[in-house]
C-alpha cells in the first residue's frame, strides 16, 4: 500500500525567504505526483502536476521536482509572502491501484509572516 | 467555465441518522472521485464514479454510498452515521480513467456528527 510522508509537519519563515517542503512515498511505481494548496476550513487547489515521466515543473514561484527512484518529490517556495500562507499536501497517483486514486500525506502548515 | 461545486457547505446531523452530499463536477469532466479528510488528516478517498458505476473503492463500509447522474453530477450518501464520520468531504472531478490526468477539488461540505 503506499504511502505518503510529508516532512516538515509545520514551518514558520519571515517573508522574503526561499524554503523547500518535502515529500516522499513508499511505492515508486506510480503515474504522476500532484501539489496541492489547501486553506483553512477549505477545498483543494492544484498547484503543480509532474508526470511520472518528467523530473520537474514550474509554474511562477514554484517549483516541484519528482525523483522516482528515491521516492521523494519537493515544492520549493521561491521569496515567500504572507499569502503563501496555508497547509501544502502532496498526493501521489498510483500505478496499481483505482484510477483517480490519489495518496495523500498530512501537510505542511505553512506560516510566512510580514 | 464552472469549477467542482459542492452542496450544503455545513451541516449538522445526530449518530445514526442518514445524509445526502451532492457535486456538480468540472465543465466537460465525467469523472467524479469522493474523499473524507478529517481534522488534521490528508485526505482519502472512498469511491470514484465514471459512466454513472462505482469504477473502484477506499477502505469505507458499505453504509457509504454514491451515484452519478447522467449529467456526470454525483451525491455521496451515508447511513447510520457515527462520530467519527464528522470530516470535510471533498469531490473532485476528472476527464476519464487515465490517472496521469489532473484532479480538480471542489470546496467541500464540513459534516458534524453530534
Known amino acids: 500500500k503506499q504511502e505518503v510522508t510529508q516532512i516538515p509537519a509545520a514551518l514558520s519563515v519571515p517573508e522574503g525567504e526561499n524554503l523547500v517542503l518535502n515529500c516522499s512515498f513508499t511505492?515508486?511505481?506510480?503515474?504522476?505526483l500532484q501539489w496541492f494548496r489547501q486553506d483553512p476550513g477549505k477545498g483543494l487547489t492544484s498547484l503543480l502536476l509532474?508526470?511520472?515521466?518528467?523530473r520537474e515543473q514550474t509554474s511562477g514561484r514554484l517549483n516541484a521536482s519528482l525523483d522516482k527512484s528515491s521516492g521523494r518529490s519537493t515544492l520549493y517556495i521561491a521569496a515567500s509572502q504572507p499569502g503563501d500562507s496555508a497547509t501544502y499536501l502532496c498526493?501521489?497517483?498510483?500505478?496499481?491501484?483505482?484510477?483517480?486514486?490519489?495518496?495523500f500525506g498530512r501537510g505542511t502548515q505553512l506560516t510566512v509572516w510580514p | 467555465e464552472t469549477g467542482v461545486t459542492q452542496s450544503p457547505t455545513h451541516l449538522i446531523k445526530t449518530r445514526g441518522q442518514q445524509v445526502t452530499l451532492r457535486c456538480s463536477s468540472q465543465s466537460g469532466h465525467n469523472t467524479v472521485s469522493w474523499y473524507q479528510q478529517a481534522l488534521g488528516q490528508g485526505p482519502q478517498f472512498i469511491f470514484q464514479?465514471?459512466?454513472?458505476?462505482?469504477?473502484g473503492r477506499g477502505n469505507f463500509p458499505p453504509r457509504f454510498s454514491g451515484l452519478q447522474f447522467p449529467n456526470y453530477s454525483s451525491e455521496l450518501n451515508v447511513n447510520a452515521l457515527e462520530l467519527d464520520d464528522s470530516a470535510l468531504y471533498l469531490c473532485?472531478?476528472?476527464?476519464?480513467?487515465?490517472?496521469?490526468?489532473?484532479?480538480?477539488f471542489g470546496e467541500g461540505s464540513r459534516l458534524t456528527v453530534l
Open positions: 498526493a501521489a497517483a498510483d500505478r496499481g491501484s483505482t484510477l483517480g486514486r490519489l495518496y
Open positions: 511505492d515508486s511505481a506510480i503515474y504522476n
Open positions: 473532485a472531478s476528472s476527464l476519464g480513467t487515465a490517472n496521469t490526468g489532473e484532479l480538480f
Open positions: 509532474i508526470q511520472s515521466s518528467q
Open positions: 464514479y465514471y459512466r454513472e458505476e462505482e469504477n
